[in-house]
């Protein structure tokens, strides 16, 4: 069908908001503009971009067009040519003319500063007052506080209500964490404890809070690895980089509440933010835990190479057992440096142990 009309134009009839009856007349479009012609009346003329085609003609039903937007001026038409060569006239995106309303575009400038206030908030302010904050939390609460997160993480990761592994008074994993609390000074005493999940995984949870996988200690060779991983994750608790992500999380989380206006949202949020900030700390805060556990492995006569060791094995350690870590290592510095700098931090030393009998070591890989 073609789209051309007679050289007079399109017949149609007019529909201006003042009477209750239609006038004929022809439309015409001439370069931008859409032209309504009627008999004893000057011509009528409207921007194409804010034309809009509300009805196509459909047997005898008529089209409709709303030559001037969101006017009360209505053009209704019987060919659908006419539909056609208007919207092939129209200048690109023509359908977008709107935003260029002074209401929308006050409207959009005001979300726009109010998202961009929220972001800075979220992702400037909250992590520049995040130090702060940290210290003034009361160890009672975040203690609390990291109990709980520990304990939903940990049913999360076992897929069951009871997801710790069995422990007793010389669980090796006990009995190193001891040595790290006599060795280092931290906020919080250390409680360390075993998931029952084949993730190869150990994370610092606020309040001193540690959990270390099933399939981590399966993994490791020797309690010396182990001694490694423990003084790493205790450093985070040293730097209270776990308080920091608490805090991180709550402020996060009452920002999003009030935003969304819902408490059920805001406790949500807040979850899952103590879950992420908890076990995703800044390549910096890696390194730097990685220094201090070093130095705690060498002030308890352990080699920091067992440390480097260990993490060159699980890069290479290829199994979907290991899966699950992929993200929280996302975040780490690449084992090959933190060997190396496990390696230069102390000479290696093959005769110093931490002197765990081995019926004991052994039990602990097999518990669970």
């Avoid at 908890?278 to 805060?285: K, N, Q, S, V, W």
């Avoid at 700098?341 to 070591?361: C, M, Y």
């Amino acid at each position: 069908m073609s789209a051309s009309p007679d050289p007079g134009g399109w017949p149609v009839r007019f529909h201006g908001g003042a009477r209750a009856t239609a006038e004929a007349g022809v439309a015409q479009i001439e370069g931008g503009a859409l032209v309504l012609l009627r008999a004893g009346e000057a011509p009528l003329r409207w921007s194409l971009g804010r034309a809009r085609i509300l009805a196509k003609p459909e047997g005898s039903a008529p089209g409709i067009v709303a030559p001037d937007g969101d006017g009360p001026a209505r053009i209704l038409f019987a060919q659908p040519g006419f539909a056609v060569a208007l919207r092939a006239a129209q200048p690109r995106r023509a359908h977008l003319a709107w935003l260029a309303r002074p209401a929308v575009r006050r409207t959009m400038l005001w979300a726009g500063g109010a998202l961009a206030s929220v972001l800075f908030v979220l992702f400037v302010a909250i992590p520049l007052a995040a130090d702060s904050l940290a210290a003034m939390v009361p160890a009672d609460y975040e203690r609390r506080f990291g109990a709980q997160i520990a304990e939903v993480f940990a049913k999360s990761l076992a897929g069951k209500a009871a997801p710790f592994c069995a422990t007793w008074d010389t669980d090796p994993i006990q009995v190193m964490a001891r040595r790290i609390e006599s060795s280092v000074r931290l906020p919080h005493p250390l409680v360390v404890r075993v998931v029952d999940s084949p993730v190869v995984n150990a994370f610092a949870a606020p309040g001193g809070q540690i959990l270390v996988m099933r399939g981590l200690v399966e993994l490791t060779a020797t309690p010396e690895e182990m001694f490694g991983v423990l003084a790493h994750e205790a450093a985070h608790v040293e730097h209270k980089d776990a308080a920091r992500g608490m805090v991180r999380s709550v402020a996060t989380g009452a920002v999003l509440g009030l935003v969304f206006g819902d408490a059920v949202f805001f406790s949500a949020a807040a979850a899952a933010a103590t879950l992420y900030f908890g076990i995703h700390y800044t390549h910096d805060a890696e390194a730097a835990a990685d220094a201090t556990a070093f130095r705690t492995m060498a002030g308890n006569g352990v080699a920091p190479r067992a440390l480097g060791d260990f993490l060159i094995r699980l890069e290479q350690h290829g199994n979907g057992a290991i899966a699950g870590l992929a993200a929280h290592l996302a975040t780490h510095p690449p084992a090959s440096e933190r060997a190396k700098a496990a390696a230069a931090a102390l000479p290696e030393r093959n005769d110093i142990s931490l002197g765990i009998p081995r019926v004991h070591w052994l039990a602990l890989k097999t518990r669970c």
